[in-house]
C-alpha cells in the first residue's frame, strides 16, 4: 500500500465517525452564522472567523500528519499484502509476515466507495483498496462472513 493510499484510507476511517462529522457540520454552521452575522452587525469583524476556520482544519491536518507519520515509521505499512478468503481462515500474507484469522476472530468487516475494512477489534481495521478486489471475491467475501455471523455492510 502506497503512502497515499494509507494516508486515504485513515481520512475515510476518520470521517466515518460520526462525531468528526457532527463536530466538522457544527463548526461549518457557526462559521456560516458569523459571516451572516458580520454583514448586518459592525460589532463582529472578520477576525472572529479565524479561530472557528482554524479549528476546522485541525482534523484533517491531525489525521495526515498523524498517518504520515505511522505510515513512515511502520515497515509493514508500505509492504504489499496478500489477502486469501479461505473457507476456515482470513489469510494475510505480506513481505514480512504470515496471519491467519479464523472468521469468528474478526469484529466486522465494511466498505466504502473505495475501501473494504476489516476490523480486528474496534479500534484497528485492515484497509483493502477495493480497486485490488474482483466483485465477485466481495461476494463470496459476503458469504464467509455470513455463514460464520461476522458483522459486515458488504
Request: glycine letters at 2%; charged letters at 20%.
Amino acid at each position: 500500500m502506497s503512502r497515499r493510499d494509507f494516508i486515504n484510507a485513515n481520512f475515510v476511517l476518520a470521517y466515518k465517525r460520526p462525531f468528526t462529522r457532527i463536530m466538522s457540520a457544527i463548526l461549518i454552521l457557526f462559521i456560516m452564522l458569523l459571516l451572516l452575522v458580520s454583514l448586518f452587525s459592525p460589532d463582529v469583524s472578520f477576525t472572529d472567523i479565524i479561530v472557528p476556520v482554524l479549528a476546522l482544519f485541525v482534523v484533517p491536518l491531525l489525521t495526515y500528519w498523524r498517518a504520515k507519520n505511522i505510515y513512515d515509521s511502520n515497515k509493514r505499512s508500505g509492504e504489499s499484502v496478500e489477502y486469501i478468503f479461505d473457507k476456515e481462515y482470513l489469510i494475510m500474507k505480506g513481505e514480512s509476515f504470515n496471519a491467519q484469522v479464523t472468521w469468528d476472530k474478526l469484529y466486522r468487516v465494511t466498505q466504502s466507495k473505495n475501501w473494504v475494512f476489516v476490523w480486528q477489534n474496534r479500534q484497528s481495521a485492515n484497509p483493502i483498496p477495493k480497486r485490488d478486489i474482483w466483485e465477485g471475491e466481495i461476494l463470496n467475501l459476503k458469504q464467509f462472513l455470513d455463514t460464520h455471523h461476522v458483522k459486515n455492510n458488504l
